[in-house]
């Protein structure tokens, strides 16, 4: 299977606005901009559907259909291209990305919803009427009526390699993800078919909402008292919607006493706070800290305890979304903008410190669902001199006897393990601190000293934690 997306002919034609459906139309529009604008589904579809649900006819369930066209058809984009692949008489490069689209929704309607054959085929022939032409409209009847032969599972079997010849390749278009992704993550996760099955297998499942309560500002009980909601897994300030549901539309969120984190993300930082320290505890650095989820938790937590922290970061705009996530902490806090490979401090001025750093965030691929299709290998080249900086910067700005946590939200192993080897060798006197204990209850954290959760495991996004103390 390709890794590159089929979308790499830019649209000539512009397409009609269309009328009827609001619910595919809508669907049509984000995808639209997911693909011509690089937009992010997760920041295109809130906009579309707050418009939408202005208009009278256009209900909750409208919206969660909408959503969940969208999501599903950039998820299993790879395996929807390789069944159209074969129902098109040419290279899907030569399809009109629109077209493409309309297919994709199509195709995600018959094999991936339970909306009977006939109504996903009529309904996106409609839809292709509107917003294409009769004439696409046409190709796209003929093409949706050859992919309806088979279900999802006839389909894998015509289309995927099999195992034994290519396992790759054939988990790749299996669970629609690019080949070098599976790879990376099977390096990371190690082990045989089963593991890499059920964890490709959670990154297409949609994420529960999960919230944090930032601690002396609000409490998981106060939180519990929401639709549908259930204490969190592993952190105790953690609380998950189970139904979804709007966390804007909730108090404590909306006055930032709470916030929207997963799980992973909070124990990354509680698990820094719980470090054992000898000596002074009242200076904390977040280093890369926009836009802000980890360093109000740390502040929250740091606040506890009578600590300070400086919370930097490097884009500006970031930098204000870190100052709104800290206002109202309840200890004293800083909010620069800074470059954390240049640091504004004096060094060995701190006793914890987080850097968790810019990343192929190949471990949320959970939230967003086209970032598998976006990244590429090199990226991982772009991000290693950087990422190696702000650990080295790291392990200066804390004293002795201090700690630092490196994080990522991804699990390869050249952003993870790579770096932190890296660097601990250039810089002497520091030591990995096994970082399990300090994340009690949490099972299957492998054998130390650094941890590596898991979606398919934990439930969290795979975030990877290096705990490494300054010894001299
Ligand atoms: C993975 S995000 C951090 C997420 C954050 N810890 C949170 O929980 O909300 C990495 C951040 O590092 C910032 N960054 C990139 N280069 C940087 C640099 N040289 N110095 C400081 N921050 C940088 C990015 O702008 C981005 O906001």
């Not at 418009?51 to 919206?63: I, L, P, Q, S």
């Not at 950039?74 to 689209?101: F, K, M, N, S």
């Not at 099999?162 to 278009?173: F, G, I, N, S």
């Not at 650990?391 to 932190?420: D, F, I, K």
């Amino acid at each position: 299977m390709s890794d590159q997306p089929r979308r790499t002919r830019p649209s000539g034609k512009p397409y009609r606005r269309p009328k009827k459906d609001p619910v595919r139309i809508l669907a049509f529009e984000a995808l639209r901009a997911v693909d011509e604008r690089d937009a992010y589904a997760n920041l295109v579809l809130p906009p579309l559907l707050r418009k939408a649900r202005e208009k009278d006819d256009f209900d909750a369930r409208d919206a969660a259909l909408a959503t969940e066209l969208v999501y599903g058809t950039l998820r299993r984009q790879g395996t929807y291209d390789a069944v159209i692949a074969t129902c098109v008489d040419r290279p899907l490069g030569e399809v009109d990305p629109p077209v493409l689209d309309v297919l994709s929704l199509g195709a995600h309607q018959l094999l991936g919803t339970r909306i009977p054959t006939h109504a996903a085929v009529s309904a996106t022939v409609e839809l292709a009427r509107v917003v294409l032409g009769d004439g696409r409209a046409k190709f796209v009847n003929a093409v949706l009526r050859k992919v309806a032969q088979h279900d999802l599972d006839g389909w894998l079997e015509r289309v995927a390699p099999p195992y034994d010849e290519d396992p790759e390749d054939h988990l790749a278009v299996v669970h629609s993800h690019p080949r070098w992704v599976v790879s990376a993550l099977w390096d990371s996760l190690g082990g045989g078919r089963a593991g890499i099955e059920e964890l490709l297998h959670a990154d297409n499942e949609r994420p529960e909402v999960t919230l944090v309560a930032r601690p002396g500002r609000a409490t998981a009980e106060e939180l519990l008292g929401e639709d549908a909601a259930v204490p969190g897994q592993w952190s105790p300030y953690a609380v998950r919607l189970t139904e979804g549901g709007e966390p804007g539309a909730i108090a404590a969120v909306r006055d930032g006493r709470a916030g929207v984190q997963d799980e992973g993300s909070q124990l990354v930082a509680i698990a820094l706070a719980n470090a054992p320290l000898d000596g002074p505890d009242r200076r904390w650095l977040d280093g890369c800290a926009g836009p802000g989820g980890k360093a109000a938790l740390l502040g929250a937590l740091a606040a506890e305890r009578g600590a300070t922290l400086l919370a930097s970061e490097k884009q500006p705009h970031r930098a204000g979304l870190v100052a709104r996530a800290l206002e109202g902490n309840p200890g004293p806090y800083q909010v620069i903008t800074a470059d954390g490979t240049r640091p504004a401090w004096r060094p060995g001025s701190f006793d914890r410190v987080l850097v968790d750093v810019p990343c192929t965030g190949l471990g949320a691929l959970r939230r967003r669902p086209e970032a598998r299709w976006r990244r590429r290998p090199d990226d991982l080249e772009g991000f290693a001199p950087l990422q190696r900086g702000l650990l080295r910067t790291a392990l200066e700005s804390v004293r002795v006897g201090g700690v630092v946590a490196y994080a990522t939200c991804s699990p390869h192993l050249a952003e993870t393990r790579a770096v932190v080897a890296d660097v601990l060798k250039q810089v002497p006197d520091t030591d990995l601190v096994d970082a399990r204990p300090l994340l009690p209850g949490v099972p299957d954290l492998g054998d130390g000293p650094d941890v590596q959760l898991w979606p398919h495991l934990h439930g969290t996004d795979a975030m990877y934690l290096a705990l490494i103390r300054r010894t001299g």
